[in-house]
């Protein structure tokens, strides 16, 4: 993918969920949000478009987290399902994500596509929890906890610190998971900020969040795209802790819902959502592929207190 083939990329997209979903405009799917050019400017190597005599015809994207990738979203214009492109696409995606070594591979689909199951099941992915994609109402009243602060509010000199806190986090969640890329790419393009929690050296927790016009959650509403504190005994009241600090960021920038899902096979963290007034209201179900080792469900399993949107 190139930068010239956004606009056409994010066409497919919207027009291929929205129908999907069967909107009445499948074109106004996300809104304002845009899943595409963000997905393409934090890893261009992992974005991929087909062609069909001149036109693009699928946009598909990895996103790049350490030892961790993820697939997804791959569309295909609506005009050429049932063509095999898919699968031509995945041939390409897949062989990407082996070449580059993650141990973990995964992607976010509907369970109820039978069609969707058994084509990433021919690539090696195979069902495993259920994720809830969840949201609550934000009280604008929220204040910043006194151990929170706002990436976008260090100076130049206290960001690398900070982002080796990040990684050593997210490494206790699950070996070599990094999400540097996503703290960077959130902030050099304004998509909305990262949530601290902790001094430079004792960092226990951060949340990336995406808000406004571009990033992938529009507008209207904030996204926790990934959060996570330690798997010790401080993580539970630490993982509240960090999401009073993304409503008190939401509630900053004037949205009235935040939006965050967790896998279920992350039991305490999927009790502790529903213990903060989070409820569903999409479900998906992950699907992983691993390189040859025992750890299978990846980071969805019980005790790990962690958030990730894969959609």
């Not at 693009?56 to 095999?84: K, Y």
């Not at 031509?88 to 580059?100: I, V």
């Not at 025992?294 to 949107?309: H, K, M, Q």
Request: aromatic share 10%; proline share 5%; net charge negative.
């Amino acid at each position: 993918m190139s930068q010239e083939d956004l606009p056409d990329a994010d066409r497919i997209n919207r027009v291929a969920f929205g129908t999907f979903f069967g909107l009445e405009t499948p074109s106004a799917f996300r809104g304002d949000g845009d899943v595409v050019a963000g997905r393409f400017a934090a890893n261009p190597e992992g974005a991929f478009v087909a062609e069909m005599d001149g036109l693009q015809v699928a946009c598909g994207f990895v996103m790049d987290w350490g030892s961790v990738g993820i697939l997804g979203p791959l569309t295909v214009d609506v005009t050429a399902w049932g063509r095999g492109i898919g699968r031509a696409m995945l041939d390409e995606m897949t062989g990407y994500m082996d070449s580059q070594g993650f141990a973990l591979q995964g992607l976010f689909t509907h369970p109820q596509s039978a069609t969707h199951i058994r084509l990433y099941e021919a690539y090696g992915f195979r069902m495993k929890r259920i994720t809830a994609v969840m949201d609550r109402t934000v009280r604008p009243e929220t204040e910043m906890p006194p151990t929170a602060r706002l990436f976008s509010e260090l100076a130049a000199s206290e960001r690398p610190a900070v982002l080796d806190g990040c990684c050593s986090i997210a490494g206790s969640v699950y070996r070599g998971l990094d999400l540097t890329g996503e703290i960077l790419s959130i902030d050099r393009a304004g998509l909305g900020d990262t949530v601290l929690l902790g001094p430079d050296t004792a960092m226990t927790g951060f949340a990336c969040c995406h808000q406004g016009s571009g990033s992938e959650a529009g507008s209207p509403q904030t996204l926790v795209k990934f959060a996570a504190v330690r798997p010790d005994e401080t993580g539970p009241a630490e993982f509240e802790a960090l999401f009073t600090a993304c409503e008190a960021f939401a509630a900053l920038r004037g949205t009235n819902r935040l939006v965050a899902g967790t896998n279920t096979g992350r039991a305490e963290c999927y009790e502790a959502m529903l213990a903060m007034g989070f409820r569903t209201w999409m479900n998906g179900i992950a699907m992983l592929k691993t390189a040859g080792d025992d750890r299978g469900d990846g980071y969805n399993v019980p005790g790990i207190y962690a958030i990730d949107d894969w959609r």
